[in-house]
């Protein structure tokens, strides 16, 4: 167990819906990062966010939006749904998150599955 | 552009056999070179990492042998065994900057070790 917790475990939903997937980081970590895995694609790094602030954005499409609370729970926004959003959806945490390459934490991902 | 490269996408070992799992990367900004273990159902867990200072690093049965000119890791799996079945991704990542720890997944190899 990573400590890294996520809900839903699974979610199914229509096209052109929205969903919020959601995130707490193991006790005393700072930084949360959000991966998209889809079949063909591995692990896709969509955004990272640092002790609330946003610090960088990977593949991330305009539809999807995160942020990170004062707890430093993490939530994930995804909306519009298409099909192709289908995927595993990934939290991991870091201590720091920056200063020095760091281990990061997954969580055990969200199923995202749109119909 | 993947910048990191994995093979093979799957692999399958008798008990006991060495599993290899190679991966290659272009940008020679790189300096950390994590390896996951993920098994169905659950996040990504970090497995063994290397950087390239040293061309090998040992940890039980898990090694890393890393060929800097070459711009190449693998991942050795000695007298695998069928607990060993999961996949495995490679990532790199560059010195951190501004709070930023970015990894660079390959695209995942799954391994079935038959017994």
């Known amino acids: 167990d990573s400590g890294v917790t996520q809900t839903p475990k699974h979610l199914i939903t229509a096209t052109g819906q929205r969903v919020t997937l959601r995130c707490s980081p193991r006790?005393?970590?700072?930084?949360v990062y959000w991966y998209q895995q889809s079949l063909d694609q591995g692990l896709q790094f969509l955004i990272q966010y640092y002790n609330g602030e946003e610090r960088a954005k990977g593949n991330i499409l305009e539809r999807f939006s995160a942020q990170q609370f004062p707890d430093l729970h993490s939530e994930l926004n995804l909306s519009s749904l298409e099909l192709g959003d289908s995927a595993l959806y990934f939290c991991a945490s870091s201590q720091r998150g920056g200063t020095v390459q760091e281990t990061q934490y997954f969580g055990p991902g969200t199923r995202l599955l749109v119909l | 552009q993947q910048q990191v490269k994995q093979s093979p996408q799957s692999l399958i070992v008798q008990k006991g056999g060495i599993s290899i799992i190679n991966c290659a990367y272009e940008?020679?900004?790189?300096?950390?070179f994590p390896w996951y273990q993920q098994f169905p159902g659950k996040g990504p867990a970090l497995l063994i990492a290397i950087r390239p200072d040293v061309s090998e690093k040992k940890e039980g049965r898990f090694t890393i042998s890393f060929n800097k000119s070459a711009k190449q890791f693998s991942l050795h799996i000695m007298d695998s065994q069928p607990g060993d079945s999961a996949t495995y991704f490679c990532a790199a990542s560059m010195p951190p900057s501004n709070n930023f720890n970015k990894f660079y997944f390959g695209s995942g190899t799954k391994l079935n070790v038959k017994p």
């Open positions: 006790s005393g970590d700072l930084s």
């Open positions: 940008n020679t900004a790189f300096d950390y």
